[in-house]
């Protein structure tokens, strides 16, 4: 699928076609890693204590597309943990850097980018809507970006 067909900012950054083959023949555990950190500081905190059970020792496979890049991460009774690279998964989850931003920023919802395609997901069903369902009751998990970020500032 082209960049020109994919549904408003679906399509991510534009990366180079070398450079997104090279980051998708990467070791998947360093950006699991960062990912499991990441959700430790910003989501854990934020997870209701009965869905903490519902949600604990399955692998979910995060798919970030237009860099070519997976990630692979398990809630554990202690926090989220990098999951390993070649064991199945309940739940893979894949969209643009461009749409998670966005969904992080609360600036879309899920079911939105499901339905314009610019967010996949494939795996346990039940599963998936339980997660979806914590997120959406939780809100955002960034708030607005730097003005530097976007070159607006100076």
């Known amino acids: 699928?082209?960049?020109?067909?994919?549904?408003?900012?679906?399509?991510?950054?534009?990366?180079?076609q070398v450079v997104r083959r090279l980051v998708s023949r990467l070791p998947v555990q360093p950006p699991s890693l960062v990912l499991a950190a990441a959700l430790d500081r910003l989501l854990r905190p934020r997870l209701p204590a009965d869905v903490l059970p519902l949600l604990q020792g399955r692998v979910v496979e995060v798919a970030v597309t237009d860099l070519g890049l997976r990630c692979r991460v398990l809630l554990a009774p202690g926090g989220f943990r990098p999951a390993a690279a070649g064991g199945p998964f309940v739940l893979r989850i894949a969209a643009s850097s461009t749409s998670y931003l966005r969904l992080l920023r609360g600036e879309d919802d899920?079911?939105?980018?499901?339905?314009?395609?610019a967010l996949v997901m494939e795996g346990d069903t039940e599963y998936g809507l339980v997660l979806k369902n914590t997120l959406d009751a939780i809100g955002?998990?960034?708030?607005?970006?730097?003005?530097?970020?976007?070159?607006?500032?100076?």
């Open 110 to 117: 899920a079911d939105r980018l499901f339905f314009e395609r």
């Open 140 to 154: 955002p998990l960034l708030g607005p970006l730097p003005r530097w970020w976007s070159g607006a500032g100076g």
């Open 1 to 16: 699928m082209s960049a020109a067909s994919l549904p408003s900012g679906a399509a991510g950054l534009p990366v180079p």
